[in-house]
């Protein structure tokens, strides 16, 4: 009798574990579990999701390129970028000619990123820094993007409401929302269509268009109502001091120094 209730603790334990850290990724464990995880992951990471490099082009680079064809030159923001996937099918756009920066927590997902993004440095600029709280004044990108990252934060209608808030009038977003069987296993976490769309528009957003994309995702597209011109199209000059709060860095090789308090961030990867 003893035993038996041993071996179905165990099984009991087994199965709660492989559903925290398998199954829902650490979400109910902390933004450190999380972090942890892809740590761990992040030298498997583009092996495992093995993504179609065409369909990348297809369905994020050209598509988000041809949307900022009429800015310029635009800065955008990828919130979670992890190996930086979408900064690269951005980035190869031959007629996209803006700036990106990738924030993401794990430094090894980071350094994955740099791998494939330096050959576009100085346009492309990575730290180290979850998505809340972000360094920058109201409205200074383009685009936001927060594709496969919403589930794995402390709040996903929080981190939107903060890309909300450093993202232009008449700015883009672009995110996902998790579905299928593994939305299942996140609950509290993940939303139904309508409970998305609700979530966007309540924090701001309108034009949200939500397509069927992959497996385990709805790629969402959403727009910020109204209009305004961006001052600037480099991360340098919107990024807020770390020390004094002030925007405007300059630029020092891979390094940017605050032009006020001259503080410094060492890069290519910059701590924050
Ligand atoms: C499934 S990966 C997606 C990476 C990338 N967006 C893509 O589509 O390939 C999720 C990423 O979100 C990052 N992440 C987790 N919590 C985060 C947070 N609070 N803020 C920003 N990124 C976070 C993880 O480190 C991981 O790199």
């Known amino acids: 009798m003893t035993l038996v209730v041993i071996g ?18 650490g979400v109910y464990l902390g933004q450190g579990m999380v972090t942890l995880l892809y740590d761990r992951v992040a030298p498997r990471y583009d092996s495992i999701k093995g993504y179609d490099p065409q369909a990348e082009d297809l369905i994020l680079g050209r598509p988000v390129a041809t949307m900022l064809g009429h800015v310029g030159t635009p800065l955008i923001l990828d919130v979670g970028t992890g190996t930086g996937r979408v900064i690269a099918a951005v980035m190869q756009q031959p007629d996209f000619q803006g700036h990106a920066l990738g924030i993401d927590p794990s430094a090894p997902m980071l350094e994955k990123a740099w791998e494939k993004l330096r050959v576009y440095e100085p346009r492309v600029t990575l ?5 809340d709280n972000l360094p920058f004044p109201d409205g200074a ?49 993940v939303h139904s269509k309508a409970g998305f ?9 309108a034009e949200v268009r939500i397509f069927p994309w992959q497996v385990d995702y709805d790629l969402v ?14 991360v340098e000059d919107v990024l807020q001091c770390p020390c004094c709060s002030r925007t405007g ?24």
Request: net charge positive; hydrophobic share 45%.
């Open 8 to 25: 179905v603790s165990l099984a009991a334990l087994g199965g709660l574990l492989y559903w925290q850290l398998v199954l829902a990724e």
């Open 127 to 131: 730290m180290r820094k979850t998505g």
């Open 141 to 189: 990108f383009d685009a936001i993007i927060l594709v496969e990252m919403l589930e794995f934060t402390p709040s996903p209608a929080a981190q939107i409401a903060e890309a909300v808030r450093v993202l232009r009038p008449g700015g883009l977003v672009i995110t996902s929302r998790r579905r299928g069987a593994g939305a299942a296993m996140m609950p509290g976490k």
């Open 197 to 205: 769309e609700r979530m966007l528009t309540g924090a701001g957003l």
């Open 221 to 234: 597209w959403a727009l910020k109502p109204g209009s305004q011109p961006k001052p600037s199209h480099r």
């Open 249 to 272: 860095m300059l630029r020092e090789g891979d390094d940017l120094r605050c032009a006020h308090c001259d503080t410094i961030r060492t890069g290519p990867i910059i701590e924050y």
